[in-house]
């Protein structure tokens, strides 16, 4: 059969999420306005230069003849496949996004989507983790989803409030020791 007529993918290409995060069945997608704007600015920046360069790339590539053997064109049709699959992504989070400022509860004691939150278990390790949307948390900066364990233990608690979590280790109650947000950006 002639290479012509077959499909240029890999396997990974099949599965279009793999290894990114679900969304919650029949839930929202609640992201910040900083992470929807920082979600937004990659698909722009895929969609005005990295994709165009790349076309740009195997188009030359393409002129050059026999494209079996040509890296240019291969790296160049893989990578284009790649952002692809990335702006396909951006587009379905950003369209299901329900953007939730938490600013608005400046000042509160209880826990909501956005609280940075410190607390302590019961050995007397404190530790303190913002609650983030799906796509925007980052375990390394003490960022976590609002659909983790420990967030859907905090939401709607209160300071003072002791919570039980359930931690591969067992039940463990956590005390909520400080809840705050950011203030609003004044226009």
């Known amino acids: 059969m002639s290479k012509a007529f077959t499909r240029e993918t890999d396997a990974e290409d099949d599965d279009e999420d793999a290894g ?7 839930g929202k997608n609640y992201i910040t306005p900083q992470g929807y704007a920082r979600m937004r600015a990659e698909l722009l920046t895929l969609i005005d230069e990295e994709r165009p360069k790349v076309v740009e790339i195997v188009h030359w590539a ?17 990578r284009l496949r790649e952002i692809d699959r990335r702006i396909r992504f951006l587009t379905k ?6 953007v939730t400022d938490p600013a608005v509860h400046f000042g509160s004691d209880q826990v909501f989507f956005g609280a940075t939150v410190s607390y302590e278990d019961q050995a007397g390790k404190r530790t303190t983790i913002t609650i983030l949307g799906i796509d925007e948390a980052d375990s390394l900066n003490a ?37 705050s947000y950011p203030e609003q950006a004044s226009e």
């Open 143 to 179: 960022q976590v989803s609002w659909v983790s364990p420990v967030a859907r233990a905090l939401l709607k608690s209160r300071v003072g409030d002791v919570v039980r979590l359930q931690t591969p280790a067992g039940m463990q109650d956590i005390e909520v020791l400080q809840v």
């Open 93 to 98: 989070r950003l369209e299901l996004a329900s």
């Open 62 to 78: 393409a002129s050059n003849g026999d494209r079996s053997e040509n890296g240019d064109y291969i790296y160049g049709k893989k």
């Open 20 to 26: 990114l995060p679900p969304l919650p069945a029949g």
